[in-house]
């Protein structure tokens, strides 16, 4: 996507920044990636924030559950 030349082209479009006044990603690869993409065509500084993780799984992480795949409780207040 934003290794060809039609998203990049859009990207320039939106240089410098865009408007974007930070960016902020989660520390998975592909996560990183597109942030960095995005860091270079804006000049937007960039920062990588844990809890962004599809599951933040917390002390959990790396533990699966009895069926062999992460398990974790959703917690929101007023959801039970």
Known sequence: MLRRGAGRSGWRAASPRGGIARIVSSEFARAVTTAEHVRRATGAPLSFEPPLREWNLGVGRGHV????????????AGLR
């Open 65 to 76: 559950g009895e069926l062999g795949v992460p398990t974790r409780r959703v917690h929101h």
